[in-house]
């Protein structure tokens, strides 16, 4: 006879210890079937631990009457169960406009932005999101699919600190499957986003197309395989972590809030692997959102070799070479 889910999840947290006694744990739910079930299941063994759970919500402003019934939705079941409920909201296209960035990437900026903001004014350590197996799949698909390096392959991690703050996906080893399965066993309702359902979006489209397909024709337990690669390439990975703080050390020479400056003469003398890194990270310490795609990087890097050179650079930033410098700056944008 299976095992029923909230044993193997329990046993999942004590193995991973991600969560201690009297933690305040804030549960990031959107009122679709995954988080809704990573809720009850929270709730449930949330009495053994004296943990203080809490509920958050973040409305998009994409589908206005659905949301809100999302919103509500959420709401009665955070009350339903005594568990503070913090809901925030944000024009995430206006957003996307404004940084020049696809919706899904607004949308995840505001987001997390909200999420992060309570978990500091209230003083919760912890938020949870119920990112599953399937889900790690889709990310490591997609991420192959627009060529991608070691930390794409690593797809969505189990655990990672933005400042205090821990963020961690508990339901992470089980599928979506084993998550529907548990809802309809306790009969518990939730809402469904129409919007997942929409070939407009990549993510989408290898759910409901390419997965299936690869599923019958090539590998019947392919999203197994696929969420598989991360734990694989971890450990490859971290070591390259590791290299590339010890190499940020030594090559940064100054940062300021628009400006990373390198020594060019350390930074030229890195193997190419850790160069695209330390310019990668410089990129992303001006702005979140910017990145650089190796096509992009190889035609950076053979005009390294230069004694002067400029390079425009994702989300308006430029890369200016100097004799003595390499030199990453945010442009002033007009008025």
């Known amino acids: 006879m299976a095992r029923d889910l909230t044993a193997l999840f329990e046993e999942h947290l004590e193995r991973k210890k991600f969560f201690k006694p009297h933690d305040q744990i804030l549960i990031a739910c959107s009122g679709g079937p995954d988080s809704v079930a990573l809720f009850h299941l929270l709730e449930k063994i949330a009495p053994r631990y004296a943990w203080k759970l809490g509920v958050l919500h973040f409305n998009h402003q994409l589908r206005p009457k659905d949301a809100k019934r999302d919103e509500i939705f959420v709401k009665k079941l955070a009350r339903r169960f005594g568990v503070p409920f913090y809901h925030g909201k944000g024009n995430v296209k206006k957003e996307a406009k404004k ?70 996906r508990p339901v992470l080893p089980f599928t979506k499957k084993e998550l529907l399965s548990y809802l309809e066993k306790y009969s518990i309702s939730f809402r469904t986003d129409k919007s997942n359902e929409s070939l407009h979006f990549l993510r989408n489209r290898i759910r409901m197309k390419l997965i299936p397909s690869l599923r019958r024709d090539y590998n019947p337990r392919l999203v197994e395989a696929l969420s598989r690669i991360p734990a694989i390439v971890t450990e490859e990975n971290d070591l390259f972590s ?10 940064l020479k100054r940062r300021t809030g628009r400006k990373v400056e390198f020594r060019r003469h350390v930074f030229l003398k890195l193997p190419a692997a850790l160069q695209f890194r330390m310019v990668e990270k410089a990129l992303k310490e ?50």
């Not at 590791?242 to 090559?251: G, H, I, S």
Request: hydrophobic letters at 35%; proline letters at 4%.
């Open 99 to 168: 940084e020049k960035s696809s919706v899904e990437e607004a949308a995840r900026k505001l987001r997390y932005g909200f999420f992060l903001r309570i978990a500091r004014q209230k003083k919760y350590s912890k938020i949870v999101f119920a990112h599953t197996q399937d889900d790690q799949a889709e990310t490591v698909l997609m991420r192959i699919l627009q060529g991608t390096g070691l930390r794409g392959l690593s797809g969505i991690r189990e655990k990672v600190f933005r400042g205090p703050i821990l963020l961690v």
């Open 286 to 335: 001006l702005h979140p959102q910017s990145g650089l795609s190796f096509d992009a990087w190889e035609r950076l890097r053979r005009g390294l070799s230069r004694p002067r050179n400029c390079f425009s650079l994702p989300k308006d930033i430029d890369l200016a070479l100097t004799s003595k410098n390499i030199t990453l700056y945010k442009k002033k944008r007009p008025g």
């Open 242 to 251: 590791e290299l590339e703080k010890l190499a940020w050390r030594k090559v």
